[in-house]
């Protein structure tokens, strides 16, 4: 009918991730526009390449997520349920795999015994803080409300109670989730419960500490464990004083052994200067 109002064009579905490519080798040439996956993603060379991983070089442009890949991860899936074999149904291993993305220098660094032993020094803290991936949050409710600082000038918007620990490292305060949430593009102040949901976003929140915060210790961990540092400096940065030069030697004998199994796990040697 003349001048009767059509109905819209439907809108496109949104597409799904593309399929991977083939897996990364580090012995093999790659030209400009060379697809290859690795840790879940596909990259493209922007030029001529060999043995530069994707993700730690410029040579190589993020493509995006894929699906159907093999993980390149410098932990298997089989290795991740022996290290954590009572952990929470929340904390997939894939979950941290998705999470990769936001740091993809972390465990990509280096060579192939560097790598290992940076992801089984960050998995030794998971274990330690969240009592072998058994709690999602923090358990003592009655301290929710502390870790909120209202000196900040964005305050709490989620409520004085929200910013309690949560994920693999008990990630907490108002001013973390907001400095993490910015660097992950994610709304975590006004939705800290967004890390008990989603288990790629629980392991991000582990990593943008991990790769950016010094804490009490003068280097990131990251920077530690591919600088030659060593494991003992990444319990500085974590807890500073509190365990290391002598405030808990305990402590940090535990996480050495805990360190010392997951290498053992994976195959690797755990290098140098263990304790703090």
């Known amino acids: 009918m003349p001048g009767a109002a059509s109905a819209a064009p439907a809108a496109p579905a949104a597409a799904g991730p593309a399929s991977c490519a083939p897996l990364w080798s580090p012995s ?4 400009a526009g060379g697809a290859v996956s690795h840790h879940g993603r596909n990259w493209t060379a922007k030029w001529w390449t060999r043995n530069e ?10 493509a995006g997520a ?51 032993r940076e ?14 991936l058994q709690y999602v949050k923090e358990i003592n409710e009655a301290n929710y409300w502390i870790k909120c600082d209202y000196s900040q000038p964005f305050g709490c918007p989620a409520g004085q109670s929200a910013y309690y620990g949560r ?10 989730y907001k400095a993490a949430g910015d660097a ?12 008990e949901r989603d288990p790629s976003v629980a392991w991000q929140t582990a990593l943008w500490y991990w790769n950016t915060q010094n804490g009490p210790g003068t280097m990131t961990s990251h920077d530690a464990m591919v600088g030659g540092a060593g494991f003992g400096e990444t319990i500085r940065s974590l807890n500073g004083s509190l365990e ?26 755990p290098g140098s ?3 703090c």
């Open 28 to 31: 093999t040439a790659y030209s």
């Open 53 to 62: 991983n994707p993700g730690a070089t410029a040579v190589w442009a993020d």
């Open 66 to 116: 894929c699906t159907g890949g093999v993980s390149d991860f410098a932990i298997s899936e089989a290795e991740f349920d022996e290290i954590f074999p009572d952990r929470d149904p929340f904390y997939t291993y894939q979950g941290l795999i998705d999470a990769l993305h936001a740091y993809p220098r972390f465990a990509n660094t280096g060579t192939e015994q560097t790598r290992s």
């Open 119 to 132: 992801a089984a020094a960050f998995l030794t803290h998971a274990d330690f803080e969240s009592v072998g």
């Open 167 to 176: 994920g693999p490292i008990m990630f907490s305060w108002n001013f973390n």
């Open 184 to 195: 992950l593009g994610l709304d975590l102040l006004n939705d800290p419960w967004l890390v």
């Open 244 to 269: 290391c030069d002598g405030g808990n030697p305990e402590s940090v004998r535990a996480r050495v052994a805990k360190y010392e199994h997951i290498t053992d796990v994976i195959g690797v040697a």
């Open 273 to 275: 200067g263990l304790t």
